[in-house]
């Protein structure tokens, strides 16, 4: 199946915003074995934007459009469509008495301009919009189907997953099952991953095998057809050994579960309790830790210590460890992660302390980073690592390190528990 | 003059990376004035490559591409085009020697695959590239100009910023110049900012004034046009006095510095230093701070205070406190900060306590916040706010809130310096 996007909508034309959704759609048809050839993006006009559907109709068997479905007279995706395929746009009542419950719940009534968002193509799939006033509506004519869906993030997104997807399948040839697992790699970069499987995705057919990096860490997607999700696991399991063979040890996870929700996960399964010392990452870990919904119970809390005096002070690490190693050193993160862990009187602690840059300190080099971690009944450890890139970018992999770190040990917890 | 931008790569359309070049194209252009009327994203294929050109070509005076310069076989734009207007490609050898001499740096020769990247339109221009191989190229023909920019953003943004957009100026009509000036405000909403300020928008001519959100914040983009940089701020001045007039109290600055840079700007201009005392932003504030180059000369430190336990037993919040105002109070606020300042030795400090979600605590709401601030010879203040939005959009805008409040305090300790 040929398909293509359209993103509406004149903020897009002028860089106001960034089109995310089009990255989105395609991530998801191409895991439907829906290929995507072209995007475009066009402003809200109507003779442009019939201009761009009457090309995508001749070219392309699945037009997905997002955008254009306001109540504002600038808004005419519809319209527009409408009046290319010379189709009439009639009244939804579901969707018309979803929009005026809604408004009623705010003690208004709906303005005259909402109705149009209640009108649909006759004979058309329309797609409930949970999140908003504009229902989704798909049309197929003349051998192309058109989807068109809201384009605010809040309300394509779920209505994408729970109605337009089963659609899409169901327009699919057989009865097709899309299958696909995704892995989590922290520690090895995206090309050396796809070094070392290389063959792997070169040879790639059922299942595919698709690596992407994204922040520091790089996940590989493996999708599989089948007519089950039973054919499909099977399907992917030698893939899938074959991998972990070759790269398990960088694997931490599976799933859309992050470095920081695992680490909390394993905390609170495990009852334990973490605190934090923080030099170079500037309080990074605690924040990203503390992003995750519940981490109050297993995060006591984070000591920022970005000066000498604070470590001293403030953790109390011994003067003489900084006055002879310095700040950054192996024996000032060894001392910190302790000092924290006493400090919150938490199970665990981890502790950083390096040079984030852009400057070098203490003559020590851009990059270099310590990573302690202090855990009950363990002798306290320390990690020297050197990293890459810019500030925000060694700050980034130095917390992630710390992160992945925490997680390894959890991991053994979880082992003995 | 009608534009268009072209994204080319297949990983665009597998959603494998989200096309902001685009969005990032199209802020410039309507900047200097040139209208863009379309978007599209194309993959490494070379019949559907010069379909998208052709098409282009015929409706539209400038057409600027990026990607595909690479010097892989399936990086194709450069010699698509070439097919397409039937033009010659030919070796630029400054960009050969280049080429050559950043690849002796590493000690190796040119792979014989790159030496496509030196070659250039005959008769275009030719933009370098000094952060990689690929150069760029203009070229004229059938009266539109299409402009090929490699891909990667490291590569593309300052070869757009030092090349490229003089090479636009120099297409459009006249000496016109284009100066735009961009405010920042935070704590209004867009939508009161606009409203507030609708008839100016409604009217604009030159300048234009464009507002825009982002992360809780909204700018404010006035752009003129005018014959030279003088006339243009004179043409700006009495719609940014008007602006001011209206929504001044809410304006915090103009261009490109953020909250957390002014904040960590005007410590370091007082020589003053900072301490913080963060609870529900979990360290938000401390990690933006920390973010800013330089930041290690003013911020001394920070705490997460997560429990109530290190409430009393890190920073020394009175027990009595905590337990009859509760953590989350305006009392607790004043007293994380004021321990927060003693703790790190520092001329001011931030305290933050409040109720991120997803669940309520102590009986109170989520989005309940207090911020308090502590600075040497002031009596401490908090504030009391009510935030909506889900947990990251309350820990964001508590954050902001946060460094708000620090920069209007500091603006008045510069009036008095």
New interface residues.
Partial sequence: MRGEII?VGTE?????????H?????????ELGIN????????D?RE?LKE?LR?AGSRSDLVLITGGLGPTEDDLTKEALAELLNLPLVPHPPSIARMEALFARFGTSVPPGNYKQGLVFEGGTVFENRNGTAPGVAVTHGGTTYVLMPGPPGELIPMFEEEVKPFLISLLPGDERIVSRVYRFFGIGESHLEERIKDLIQNQGNPTV?P?AKEAEVTLRLTAKARDADEAERIMEPVRREIMKRVGGFCYGEGELSLEELVIRRLLDQKRTLG?A?SC???????M???V?G??GA?????????S??KK??LGVPAGVIERYGAVSMEAALAMAERARE???SDLAVSVTGVA??DPAEDKPVGLVYIGCAEEGYPTRAYRLRLGGN??GI?LRAAKHALFILQERLKKGEAQT
């Fill in positions: 993103a897009l034309l002028l860089g106001q915003i960034v089109d995310t089009s990255a989105y759609l395609s991530r998801e048809c191409a995507i050839y072209y995007h475009s993006a066009v402003g006009n442009r761009i090309l698709a992407l934090l923080e990452t500037g309080g990074l870990i605690t924040r830790l503390t992003t919904p981490s109050s995060v006591k809390g984070g000591v920022v210590s970005y000066t005096d604070v002070g403030v400090l919150f009187g840059g852009p500030r925000q700050q």
